[in-house]
């Protein structure tokens, strides 16, 4: 679970910097636009997660730990396309 919210930061972060690198040289759509203006507080929201849940992800409940997992893997798996789009 802490590895995924690792890697789904690392993955935001990286689209941060791509859209930009290109927004100076690119003229993309509105959608793009809101889309990226979002990505750093997702990218905060993440690692406030992230610094809150390390030191206690071994006495979660075991349905919270499974839940939490679960979340964390589509949200991993939605940021690496978003990351392929930017």
Same mark, same amino acid.
């Given at each position: 679970m802490? *590895? *995924?919210?690792s890697a789904v930061i690392g993955i935001t972060d990286a689209s941060v910097?791509?859209?930009k690198g290109a927004r100076k040289d690119l003229k993309l759509s509105e959608t793009f636009e809101t889309v990226a203006n979002r990505l750093p507080v997702l990218r905060d929201t993440l690692q406030t997660c992230y610094e809150h849940l390390e030191p206690v992800q071994n006495t979660l409940p075991a349905d919270?730990?499974?839940s939490l997992s679960k979340t964390v893997n589509s949200c991993k798996s939605k940021a690496e396309k978003l990351h392929t789009v930017f």
């Open positions: 802490i *590895g *995924g919210i910097k791509v859209w919270t730990a499974d």
